[in-house]
């Protein structure tokens, strides 16, 4: 029941990062002030979460008063790194998480971090930088400092989230919602109501973050906090894929190849044990 239980949950952060990466598209819908959206979004989030957790247990306890601290951190940070610097630089650099969680985890949850992980971690990381090779700028030391405190953010959101495995750590992430919300409310009043930016907001709010979410929390119940980030890493990639169906901006010869490593790293450390696993007991 436990093996089936994790497999389910690496399916569902695979179908979590795919929501994820449909930001990009959905965003490009909405003709809105980006801390707007944020808080647009994260209200009706938060009102998709409150209906399928129905009665909420908010214990406030330190463990979900700080993730959802660090929920709110991290969307917020990430929309403001990407007003201050690149898009590129803003997501490759949040996207350092897993390093994060990879020295956070053994003190903080005591789940060890293994030599496969760093592995995985550096190729994925070294794709991703070949990913955004041709967009990548030194550009505004203030948005890149910034980008790397949301990387920090989402990093210590997960840990936090997984050390409610025996709870229920969602709330952490409608509170972080609520908050997100409320903080950004007044920047919605002087936006544009047309249809095109309602039905951008819904759909960022619900298939985007709120389907996502209740995903992932479901999810971090069963893996450790370094699979939960390194496995949702293929979000990034995924996005610009969406864009150029949609939009037809075809992504670069170096994008190709880094996006190929990205998700040959995940793939790989997570398949090759299973199939050495399923090797051993044939023999």
Do not use: H
Request: proline letters at 4%.
């Amino acid at each position: 029941m436990g093996r089936l239980s994790r497999t389910r949950a690496v399916f569902y952060l695979i179908l979590t990062s795919v929501l994820w990466s449909l930001g990009g598209l959905l965003i490009k819908l909405v003709d809105w002030n980006p801390i707007a959206i944020a808080a647009g979004r994260s209200a009706i989030s938060a009102l998709l979460i409150l209906a399928y957790v129905k009665k909420p247990k908010f214990t406030w306890c330190k463990d979900q008063l700080l993730a959802a601290l660090f929920y709110f951190g991290t969307v917020t940070l990430f929309v403001t790194a990407n007003k201050l610097t690149t898009a590129a630089n803003a997501i490759l650099l949040q996207y350092g998480a897993p390093i994060y969680v990879a020295i956070f985890a053994p003190m903080i949850l005591k789940e060890k971090t293994r030599a496969v992980d760093w592995l995985a971690i550096s190729f994925a990381l070294f794709g991703m930088v070949l990913f955004f090779f041709d967009e990548l700028k030194i550009e505004n030391v203030v948005g890149i400092l910034v980008a790397i405190a949301s990387g920090v953010s989402f990093a210590l959101y997960i840990i936090f989230m997984r050390k409610q495995k025996d709870a229920s750590p969602i709330e952490s992430t409608l509170l972080g919602n609520i908050l997100t919300a409320l903080v950004g409310f007044v920047f919605i009043f002087n936006q544009s109501f047309e249809l095109r930016n309602i039905l951008g907001i819904v759909l960022l709010g619900t298939v985007q973050l709120g389907f996502s979410y209740i995903l992932y929390s479901i999810a971090i119940k069963y893996v450790e906090a370094l699979e939960a980030i390194l496995i949702p890493i293929i979000e990034p990639i995924l996005n610009p894929i969406w864009v150029f169906l949609a939009y037809g901006e075809r992504p670069g010869k170096w994008a190709l190849l880094g996006g190929t490593i990205v998700l040959l790293s995940v793939t790989l450390r997570y398949s090759l044990p299973l199939l050495m696993r399923n090797f051993r007991t044939a023999r």
